[in-house]
């Protein structure tokens, strides 16, 4: 009888618990479904243990990789923050939004550029409460849908204009950190107004504090500044951005949310905190093997002032600036992991869409130069991973060539929000390895100052061809085999005296870029059509 009266004890315990969870993930799919969008600005696709990279430590970045789809071909739209944020608010090209530069960004108002809705704002329609945190870079007048709890600094500086979020940044720095005279050794960190020790990478290593403040026109940009940061780790601005999106999450838990955290680094001033600039051995860090390419047979000889500044191709100082970026990387990833955690802790990760991207990436060296603006892997080849518990399975690879441009389309589609209008396409069928021409090849823009550089780059099949968009620009025209040419040494056309033997390869990717052209309507198809190749 005992014996009896115990097996019907349990038959109704785990009955019970079986109805609990089946009621629970009825529940779950009846509810909205929560987006929790990452993005990280100049982090380029090598930049992770899980794409191959063996120095570099990123566990939680990986374990969110294997959790849902990671993409192995994923390019930015244009490699320059506002144009490429533009492009991944509103799904569009920039062809299409017209946001070209970073300075048509915030207040511009000269000419229309960015009128249609991003998806946060589609979202908020749909019942959707938005907050967002971090780097904006957009147009200003989009930032009206977010209800963050604070929107003003302390000096009345509103979080969406340029730098906003920032000064809210300093006034928590300022509580909690005060400002400090440097110390011998130290110098001023422009951006948090804070000491750091410079690295011999850094614009005024050797100087006193003293002899840098009598320097009356010292205002250099952001990626000139190198060394280790005097913020404890705790008081960082990732981990403040991190802290902040945890406890939106925490709030916002039992009602649909989009909360976007957009993080500075590893973007320059590349000055990490400790433990993470002593993470990486400057010593032991990889030198790019195109960091001496002479490049006689590129368009981009003169790119990003790497005539002048020839210390981002000394290979015993570009070393510094590794083992800051990885170290960046790694704080980002260990605050990923707390924020990932907390979506567990709160019961709602299975019902969390969950998407990891960079803006661009970062030349660190290679071909000599720094920072991004170019078509070269490491600045146009991005990281991107997505989750979505219940319907992307986990340890999916896509292999096929995607654009951030399908992000838009993708939220849309996983949300279940409906058809909007859109130059990208949803990545479901790609996830889902379904037959689909969706992801035989990608391109990337450029029409920052019109074709004095290449304007298009298109990647199919392990071939990239670069080009600009006029018969006549001088500009040399690219052909790169990253299939035995990875670093992207060897131009196939330009002055290669061999350049005909690829007419064939050029002119299948030129067909496929002009197809591309038509279906965005872009005024550039006919300059196109006709280049010479050869």
């Known amino acids: 009888m005992k014996y009896f009266l115990y097996t019907l004890l349990i038959i109704l315990t785990f009955g019970c618990k079986t109805q609990d969870t089946a009621k629970k993930k009825i529940a779950l799919n009846s509810q909205k479904k929560n987006l929790l969008f990452i993005i990280v600005d100049q982090q380029r696709y090598d930049a992770l243990s899980y794409a191959g990279n063996t120095i570099l430590k990123t566990p939680n970045l990986d374990r969110l990789a294997k959790q849902g789809a990671y993409f192995k071909n994923a390019y930015t739209p244009v490699a320059v923050c506002g144009p490429a944020r533009s492009s991944i608010l509103t799904g569009t090209t920039i062809n299409t939004h017209q946001v070209t530069t970073n300075d048509k960004t915030y207040d511009y108002n000269d000419t229309p550029v960015m009128t249609m809705k991003t998806f946060d704002e589609i979202l908020t329609e749909k019942g959707y409460h938005a907050e967002y945190y971090g780097k904006w870079h957009v147009l200003t007048s989009h930032a009206e849908v977010y209800k963050n709890p604070k929107k003003y600094a302390k000096n009345g500086k509103y979080i969406f204009e340029p730098q906003g979020q920032r000064h809210l940044y300093l006034d928590y720095l300022n509580d909690v950190f005060p400002k400090v005279k440097p110390q011998k050794g130290e110098l001023l960190d422009r951006f948090t107004k804070r000491p750091y020790t410079p690295d011999p990478l850094d614009i005024d290593y050797g100087k006193t504090y003293n002899e840098v403040k009598k320097e009356v026109k010292h205002r250099h940009s952001q990626p000139n500044y190198h060394g280790k940061s005097s913020i404890p780790k705790e008081h960082t601005i990732t981990a403040y951005y991190a802290n902040k999106t945890i406890d939106a999450i925490k709030r916002l838990k039992n009602k649909p949310f989009s909360i976007t955290t957009s993080f500075h680094f590893p973007h320059a001033p590349m000055i990490p905190s400790e433990p993470y600039y002593s993470m990486y051995d400057p010593d032991k860090m990889p030198i790019p093997s195109s960091i001496k390419d002479d490049m006689q047979n590129s368009p981009y000889i003169n790119a990003n002032g790497r005539n002048k500044l020839t210390v981002f191709a000394d290979e015993e100082k570009i070393k510094y600036m590794i083992s800051n970026y ?76 995607v654009s951030n441009v399908d992000l838009f389309a993708t939220i849309m589609d996983y949300l279940n929000i409906g058809d909007y209008k859109s130059d990208g396409e949803s990545l479901r069928d790609l996830i889902d390895q379904k037959q689909t021409n969706h992801g035989n090849y990608v391109v990337t823009e450029w029409d920052y100052r019109g074709p004095i550089q290449p304007n298009y780059m298109i990647v199919k099949d392990g071939w990239k061809l670069m080009i600009p968009y006029t018969e006549d620009s001088k500009v040399l025209n690219v052909l790169f085999n990253l299939n035995d040419d990875p670093q992207e040494i060897n131009n196939l056309l330009g002055k290669n005296p061999d350049r005909k033997k690829y007419n064939e390869k050029a002119e299948e990717l030129r067909a496929n870029l002009l197809d591309w052209l038509k279906k965005n309507n872009s005024k550039h198809y006919d300059g196109v059509s006709k280049r010479k190749l050869i």
């Open 326 to 401: 990885y170290g960046l990387i790694t704080e980002l990833d260990d605050w990923i992991g707390k924020i990932m955690k907390t979506l567990e802790d709160e019961s709602i990760a299975e019902n969390t869409m969950v998407i990891f991207t960079s803006d661009h990436g970062e030349m660190l060296g290679a071909h000599g130069m720094r920072e991004k603006n170019v078509f070269y892997e490491e600045s146009s080849h991005v990281p991107l991973m997505i989750k979505m518990p219940t319907e992307i399975k986990k340890e999916t690879t896509v292999n096929g060539y």
